[in-house]
Structure formats: C-alpha cells, structure tokens
C-alpha cells in the first residue's frame, strides 16, 4: 500500500485546493458540475463569457460602470462618441462599420462586440432596434450628458476602486442565467463587478452575511476580493448581464467552499 508522508500530504492537499475539489471545482459562476444535489456554496445555474479584451488603462483613480440602453431608429447611423466599451445586441441584430465602411460586423441578439472611438453604429432595418452598452469610466464623468441620440442609463455603478497603476486590464462581458432555485458558487473576484438583472430578482449575499435583494431593472457592484453569492428569489428564473474588470494576472475568480 502506498503512504505518504505528512509533507507530502500537506502538498497533495495543497494542490487539490488550488484545482478545485469535487465538492467545488473551480467553474464560472452559476455551473454545476452535476445534476445532484450540491452543497450551498456550489453554484446552480450557467455563466456564458459573451466576451473578454485586454488592455491598457485610459485612466486612473476611482472608476465607475454605466450600463446603457440605446435606441436607434431605423435606417439611421452615427459614429460611436463615447468611451470604448460592450455593444450587447438586445434587441434585432446590430451592425458595426469601422475603417469608413471597409470593415463591417454583426453582433448577433443575445451576442457582444467590443468597440473603440472608430466604430459606426448603423441600423439599415426597417425597424427600431435597441442595444446596450456597458462601458467603465472615471468618476468624474459621472452625471455627464452622453452623445446617443436616444439613450436611458439603466444602471450606474457606485464608485469602484482604482486599478493597480501599471497593469492591463482584463475586461469581460458575460450572462448568468439560473432558474428557481438556482444560485451562484460562493466566490470572490480579482477585480471589480458590476451586474444588472435583465429578468427576476435576487439575493446578493457578501462578506459578514450582508443581504441585498436586486430585481429586474437594477444593478449592484462588488469591489475585488469581496465575498459574494446570488441566489434566485422568488418563481420567476434571473437572467444577469455581467462586467469584470480585472487586472492582469490576477484571479478572475476564486471559488470558495465556504458561505459569505
């Protein structure tokens, strides 16, 4: 029979937590990885990563998100004014134009495209579409008149911390969806996150046993390495869209065998 020394037990242990066990493997949040029944901390639901770009910063000190409902109206265009972001096409398929007209993209509905000052956004339908737009900006833009011509904020983010200076960032777009019942794994992040509920609501559990319910049509923020949980309240399934900003090498997310 094989035995292993006290040393080497502590490592082989040490390795499984930094993996991930099979009471909780390090999975996205909200994907379980069977059908049994899990343990509270492990999540319940599907995480799908719409998107993710690295890049330098444009700014330092405190950040906020704005998540941005745009509506265009049919056969209309105009030259993309604000600051480089998420489009999440939420309504009909959205065209982007770049390098005047030679380079042209489609984000699919339900689908993400990130984009930078030269973009065109067109609307060659014969309908009105409707597109979000999630984008992080410094603090002191807050309150600022955007350049869409028909626009609503429909969530604003508190103020977040600031980056380390110096480091890329990690920007990512993603969509949780969980049905009654369902739930997040127990994790933190490297970075901040910012979330606004599309449909349903939920309980925002943090750090200390904080509770914070956010139902359809509002947003709520977590600063890096805070303890969290969402978990679905009431009959109705939750569908979230989703931003991560986090710094270059650091842990996009931890999962925790532990409640917050």
Known sequence: MLRLSPVALAVLVAVSCAKGTPENPL??????????QQAPYVGIGRY?????????????????????????P??????????PGWVYAYQGVHQLSRDGGERTSFVQPGAAAWVEADAEHFNATA??????FVTLRPIAQRGAKLSYPDYRILYQSGDLGAAPPGKNLVHQLGYITMSVGGRTSSHSHGGAEAFYVMKGT????MSGGVHR????????????????????????????LTYFITPEGAPWQNNLQMLP
């Open 202 to 205: 939920v309980d925002l559990v």
């Open 74 to 83: 049919k056969g209309t265009s105009f030259a993309h004014a604000d600051a």
């Open 48 to 72: 799908q990563k719409l998107g993710e770009v690295t890049l330098p910063q444009r700014f330092g000190g405190l950040s906020m998100v704005d998540f941005i409902e745009v509506r265009q």
């Open 127 to 132: 309908d009105d579409r409707m597109w979000y």
């Open 27 to 36: 999975l996205p949040p909200g994907v379980s990885p069977t059908a049994l």
């Open 213 to 240: 319910q956010v139902t359809a049509g509002q947003g709520a923020s977590i600063n890096p390495g805070v303890v969290m949980q969402l978990q679905v309240v009431g009959d109705e399934p939750v569908q979230i």
